[in-house]
């Protein structure tokens, strides 16, 4: 499966932005998704995570009651909507699909299988 993200760019701090996924294949479906970030000089870090169902969503301390996940099966897509923008969140966004159909958002980035080219998120102080 090929993911594709778009839609990050420059921000003041307290901004918002929406980052979209866009998925090939008719199994989007079945697959989990998440959302990391990688910033420079560090690892990458989960961010959010939504299963395959849509039924459950988990979200990492830093962004909780800020950003929201959220999955569009008829467009094969996955948005993160990210309001209140800080910018300790600048950094590089992936988008990554998890296979197992596992009923439990996994935070964990070798969980996933497939993983997009990055978008960059800039947040300006």
């Known amino acids: 499966v090929q993911l594709i993200e778009s839609g990050g760019g420059l921000v003041q701090a307290g901004g918002s932005l929406r980052l979209s996924c866009a998925a090939s294949?008719?199994?989007?479906?079945?697959?989990?998704m998440g959302w990391f970030r990688q910033s420079p000089g560090k690892e990458r870090e989960f961010v959010a995570a939504?299963?395959?169902?849509?039924?459950?969503?988990d979200y990492s301390n830093s962004v909780k009651g800020r950003f929201g996940i959220a999955r569009d099966g008829a467009k094969n897509t996955m948005y993160l909507q990210m309001n209140g923008l800080k910018p300790e969140v600048t950094g590089v966004y992936y988008c990554?699909?998890?296979?197992?159909?596992?009923?439990?958002?996994?935070?964990?980035?070798?969980?996933?299988?497939?993983w997009g080219q990055g978008t960059q998120v800039t947040v300006s102080s």
């Open positions: 990554a699909a998890d296979r197992s159909r596992r009923t439990y958002v996994s935070s964990n980035p070798d969980d996933y299988d497939y």
């Open positions: 294949g008719r199994t989007f479906s079945t697959y989990g």
């Open positions: 939504i299963t395959w169902s849509g039924g459950r969503t």
